[in-house]
């Protein structure tokens, strides 16, 4: 039995053969031992990395997944295709997935929590055959544009383009270093948002799910490590709340506004940046349920091997004495009765705080408080 704090369904699986290609190319990168690293594979390496970090970041990520801003179509083309050449597939798989994260963080729907498992959230589910569908509907404003639905059908054009361009400037050292090496490392430095960003680093909003902040994760991403900031209040384009918490992406997206290639950059409000601080003692709900996940999965694995392991149901024992045994019985199942009864209580109690909590939201945007 597993000791995550949630179960992955039957379905939520890695197809080691569809992935072979992903894998294959980890493998590639050993290439370098044979062709060298030039200085024209460093550049490239270089180059790839972060152009293709920020095309992520603030193109899949804060523009498709959260219209943080607003774009032009000619623009809109270059964000999506500059995204595409990072082989982590189309724009619209993308950004409905992330809109799903949010959605239904830390929670059976989420896709990649890391209470499913941290290798689960950070790789796993990628490679998962359930995960390779979209649906249509979780990004209706964007799937009516037929060139971002070409190039998530043809997701490989993107990676492939990239990857003959890099051979044909810089070789094989450019190829296996420059592109694949490149590639490698900005999958898993993107994938660190996902796993990592949700186990390391401090909490300083209380939300509904466990996202952290974090200077390392954020210097990798290019300002993707406040995932706290952000889980908080997705709207923003500006994922550094405060001067000190840099944030590449959008020091690139405020650039281009002043040239007017980019427009109207959504920013958090004040109110909303001193509110719900964990530290003046806002519920911290998100890891109050992620604790309460754990401790019930914990419990469920004593009663279900804790017999077992203390010796307690063997033959002999319960038929030394009967009556000892029954009493016994009863007590276990009274326990168990009580934890789902808690259970439910809890969850019901959580349902109704956090249905609360949107409502209350909603009254504030209403009013005009909090945009
Ligand atoms: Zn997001
Ligand atoms: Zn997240």
Redesign the pocket.
Known sequence: MSTHGIERAPDERVNWKTSAGFLAIHALVLGTFFTGISKTAVILFVVLYWSRMFFITAGY?RYF??RSYKLGRGMQFLMAFGGATAAQKGPLWWASH?RN??RYSDTELDLHSPQKGFWWSHVGWFLCDKNNEWNAEDIRDFNKFPELRFLTKHDMIGPWSVGIASFLIGGWSGLFFGFFGSTVLLWHGTFFVNSLAHVMGRRRYATTDTSRNSAIIAFITMGEGWHNN??YY?ASARQGFFWWEFDVSYYILKGLSYVGLVKDLKQPPARVKTAARVRDGSFDMGMFKAHWAKAGAALANVRAHGGQTAGLNTPDLLEADPELATRREQLEDLIASNRAALHDHVQNALAHAEELGRLSRRQERQAGITD
């Open positions: 990520h997944a959260h992330h994260h949010h952000h889980h997705q």
